[in-house]
């Protein structure tokens, strides 16, 4: 049987002996199974010479040709071997085939001794050396590249423009300044530097924000065959509008304005960066335009715009718009933009949602996320929703930035009915999950908020995305287990960064976890270094979980001209009180570290809420006048503070305020509430809370704990109905008030409402419901519906919160053995639980049971019994008149206050008055409280 390879020789014109000869060396080569095969055909092409070498030759080229499949590489190499020890590596165009197979198959290695060995041979060609330069650019080995590039210099190789561009780029590429100016200085020494080499150096610069070495290089152009061109000028105009230089940027402008016909861009560049600070130079450069016959395009005409916005002349800006179309520029997003945020900056947002609705073709995204953001801003997020709803009404498909903007808005204003309708409607992506998410952990939906999480597979889980998920745990005490669960899951595949940790650490404080704390911090300690910031987080975790001599050592191992106003901010923030926060305000004072308002601010609401109104009020007057421009609902609130004795004279204020045309702040408002709820003026309370335009969720909830704290659950009821109408929910912890209200009253009908209404909303029962709702049916003696509630949560989902309330419920409602079968069913016991199964053993008279868990909880569980625990045992003795027992227990640990008086009430009841006596003179000596 005749081979291809015989064919296509034949057709060639070889005769029939070369063919067949042929075709037994092609089948060496092809067949090179064993190294002997291998070493025989380096030797016979060592020993061919005139037409059979040729015929060697061509056999080569065919059989590399052949090696495109993955299945070749063997093959490859085998030729690789007998081309580099043969003849034939000196040959161009083999030794040229031979690097792109290599190449192609990632042998990047064997195509380094393939260079190696031509450089050695003195036979480098163009070609070869720039096929090798652009892989090694390719494969990010840019050094090696260079060096490539520099031996070609030195052997006077033509090296063509791709190959120099290649190294050139690729320096770029990578930020590397000096690889782009050692190669630049390398090519003009060899030839001139075109146009392109110049863009890329002043690229390079602009990069790294260095502007003034980039109009060095204009001078150095100038001076050159290659000129500057407008450009060149226009993309450092645009570096120096970027840092700020607004008066280099003129000298700029002028100083090339006279030698290179600046185009629309440039000026447009100038025009842009000087439009809000020097709009009289905006008019005279547009004027300049004008009479060198330039086109003013979109862009012209939007900094223009702002130039007029800028000198107060919204309604000149606005007309622009019809010269702008006479002179058949059609108006876009840059100016509608710049005009919408004109609106916003005069306060005009009513005018705003008019010249909204006259814009034509709004199908712009960019306009819809423009005035979304806007409304959102200025407190309209009743407008924003108008228009989302105009969208989806229309069905207008909503962009991704559209619905980031909207989604951000209702996390800002905590709009979650809202943000579902959203979600609902679009193709979510990472971002807009993690959005949602945030939105679900601020109203305490943690269990949503993790569902949405586990949503994005875990391989897109960036570590954003955990960090996000981390901070929503460190908002909310309780959420430990899960956080430490999740960071040990990324650091398995993302090395956790800085600001990953800080959320850690922030974890462990928010929970009062310091030996958690501890260990992390120690791990933390092994593989990185703390910034400034993260110290700060360090130790504040540390103040948060009582340890605060390390917090402060911590603070102070921030070396001190690092000690910036953040880090003294998030320190000043985590002291406990007022005195922590006074005494370190004047320490940051004495050190010379400039206060900013959120410093004024931690230390007015620390005075405030200890009562100090006047200390509060002096440190207002003196950021006032620090910062001018400080927000004015720090003024109303502290006003407001400041006639807590007064709820008519509040009223008034508001009144004064005219809060029905000027909307407050959600704080002002909030703190409106809370002085009525310290009043208890509920009355008032209610009434002001009417006069709120949009009420936000955070104020609903202060409106409902407020009620609820007072025992109104009828009232909360209908404020809850109202909610409903308006197509608002309340939050986990809104539910939890009112579960804890029908508790308190024993209310179980209220209670029962309360439940369905829980349901009726949709929301999800997290476990802070779950276990309020329990509490509720134990505490009014409704066992059943208790345990329906606790068989309901998977037993992976129970925390200990809610074992400790089911015995308790059991307990207490003389159901003793199942408390116990609840302890039997808890995995691992913690301190609480064992103090509950305690308690119910005394409340019930199983002395022995009780005295028994005391004597082996160490042992069993792990757990070493504390003053908690005795004073339990102690009870359930003293109960039963075995007061010598009672007392030899309670002097294992420390009698505090608590184990004394329940001997002594046990003295009492049983009349053991010597006993009573001794008891109440060691109160007496230790100065404790009966």
């Excluded at 005219?658 to 509430?673: A, E, G, K, Q, R």
Aim: charged share 25%; proline share 4%.
């Amino acid at each position: 049987m005749i081979s291809d390879q015989m064919l296509h020789l034949t057709s060639r014109g070889f005769r029939s002996s070369h063919c067949f000869k042929q075709h037994r060396q092609v089948s060496t080569l092809q067949n090179l199974s064993e190294g002997v095969k291998t070493e025989q055909a380096i030797q016979n092409i060592k020993a061919a010479k005139g037409k059979e070498l040729s015929e060697w030759k061509q056999t080569i080229q065919e059989n590399l040709i052949r090696t495109s499949d993955e299945q070749d590489r063997d093959q490859l190499l085998r030729l690789y071997s007998i081309i580099t020890q043969t003849q034939f590596s000196q040959d161009p165009s083999i030794k040229g085939s031979l690097l792109n197979r290599l190449l192609k198959k990632d042998l990047a290695e064997e195509s380094r001794q393939l260079y190696r060995l031509a450089l050695q041979q003195g036979h480098l060609e163009p070609i070869f050396c720039g096929s090798w330069v652009k892989a090694l650019v390719e494969r990010g080995q840019f050094k090696e590249a260079e060096e490539v590039l520099f031996q070609m210099t030195k052997l006077r190789l033509i090296v063509s423009a791709p190959t120099w561009n290649h190294v050139i780029y690729g320096y770029d590429n990578l930020g590397d300044l000096d690889g782009v100016i050692r190669v630049l200085k390398e090519k003009r020494r060899c030839s001139s530097l075109s146009e392109i080499d110049y863009s890329v150096l002043l690229r390079s610069l602009l990069k790294l924000g260095k502007a003034n070495q980039a109009s060095g290089v204009l001078e150095d152009m100038a001076i050159s065959k290659t000129p500057p061109t407008a450009r060149n000028v226009t993309s450092i105009l645009q570096e120096l509008s970027k840092q700020g230089k607004l008066d280099e940027l003129i000298d700029l402008f002028a100083r090339w304005k006279s030698s290179i016909k600046m185009d629309t861009w440039a000026y447009n560049s100038a025009i842009s960066a000087l439009a809000k600070h020097n709009p009289e130079r905006v008019m005279s450069l547009i004027e300049e335009m004008k009479k060198t016959n330039l086109a003013l395009n979109a862009f012209t005409y939007a900094a223009w715009m702002e130039a007029l916005i800028t000198q107060g002349q919204l309604d000149a800006a606005l007309n622009l718009l019809p010269t702008m179309r006479s002179n058949g520029v059609w108006p876009g997003f840059p100016n509608y933009s710049i005009l919408i945020k004109g609106f916003q900056k005069e306060g005009r947002i009513d005018d705003m949602i008019q010249f909204f609705k006259t814009i034509p073709k709004r199908s712009d995204a960019m306009i819809y996320a423009s005035i979304l953001d806007v409304l959102f801003k200025s407190n309209r997020s009743d407008a924003a929703l108008e228009i989302w709803k105009g969208i989806t009404k229309n069905q207008i498909p909503p962009s991704a930035q559209v619905a980031q903007v909207m989604l951000n808005g209702c996390r800002d204003h905590r709009l979650l009915k809202e943000a579902r309708e959203v979600f609902s409607v679009i193709e979510p992506d990472y971002q807009h999950m993690m959005t949602l998410a945030q939105i679900l952990g601020a109203d305490g939906l943690i269990e949503e908020a993790e569902t949405i999480f586990h949503k994005i597979p875990p391989s897109d889980r960036a570590i954003e995305a955990c960090t996000i998920m981390l901070n929503i745990y460190a908002n909310h005490p309780g959420y430990s287990t899960p956080a430490y669960r999740l960071f040990e899951e990324m650091q398995s595949t993302i090395p956790a960064d800085l600001i990953a940790w800080g959320s850690l650490f922030r974890v462990c404080g928010v929970n009062g976890d310091l030996a958690s704390l501890q260990r992390y911090h120690l791990q933390f300690k092994k593989d990185l270094k703390p910034d400034v910031a993260l110290m700060g987080i360090l130790a504040a975790s540390y103040n948060k979980c009582g340890d605060s001599a390390m917090g402060q050592q911590l603070f102070e191992e921030i070396p001190s001209d690092l000690q910036n106003t953040s880090a003294w901010n998030g320190h000043l923030a985590s002291q406990s009180d007022q005195k922590s926060v006074l005494d370190l305000f004047h320490a940051m004072q004495k050190k010379a570290v400039i206060p900013d308002e959120n410093t004024f601010r931690i230390v007015i609401t620390a005075l405030s809420k200890s009562g100090d109104l006047e200390m509060a009020t002096k440190m207002f007057d003196k950021m006032k006048v620090q910062f001018p421009d400080a927000d004015p609902h720090d003024d109303l609130s502290l006003q407001i503070r400041s006639r807590a004795d007064d709820a008519k004279s509040i009223k008034t204020l508001l009144y004064e305020r005219n809060v029905l045309t000027n909307p407050l702040h959600p704080s002002t408002w909030i703190c409106i509430l809370e002085m009525y709820r310290r009043m208890e003026q509920y009355d008032l309370l209610e009434e002001t809370f009417k006069l709120a335009r949009c009420p936000t969720s955070e104020m609903w909830s202060a409106l409902l704990n407020a009620l609820a704290d007072d025992g109104r659950i009828t009232q909360c009821l209908h404020w809850l109905n109202e909610m409903h109408k308006i197509g608002k929910q309340p939050s986990p912890q809104d539910w939890v008030a009112l579960l804890m209200a029908c508790k308190n009253s024993g209310s179980l009908v209220n209670g029962n409402k309360v439940e369905i209404m829980i349901k009726q909303s949709g929301s999800l029962l997290n476990k802070w419901i779950n276990t309020s709702l329990l509490r509720m049916y134990a505490k009014c003696g409704d066992m059943n519906n208790a345990a329906r509630i606790f068989d309901a949560v998977p037993s992976d989902h129970r925390d200990d919160a809610m074992y400790v309330a089911m015995m308790d419920g059991y307990a207490k409602n003389r159901q003793v053995q199942k408390a116990v079968e609840i302890f039997q069913s808890i995995s691992h016991p913690n301190s609480q639980s064992i103090a509950t199964l305690l308690n119910a053993f005394s409340h019930s008279g199983r002395i022995d049971d009780a005295l028994e868990v005391v004597h082996t909880m160490e042992a069993r569980y792990g757990i070493v019994p504390t003053s908690w625990h005795y004073n339990a045992v102690v009870d359930c003795l003293a109960r039963a008149n075995r007061l010598d027992e009672a007392e030899a227990l309670s002097r294992k640990h420390h009698r505090d206050d608590v184990t004394l008086g329940t001997i002594l009430s046990a003295c009492r009841i049983h009349k053991d008055i010597p006993r009573a006596e001794k008891i109440f003179e060691e109160i007496r000596k230790t100065n404790l409280t009966p």
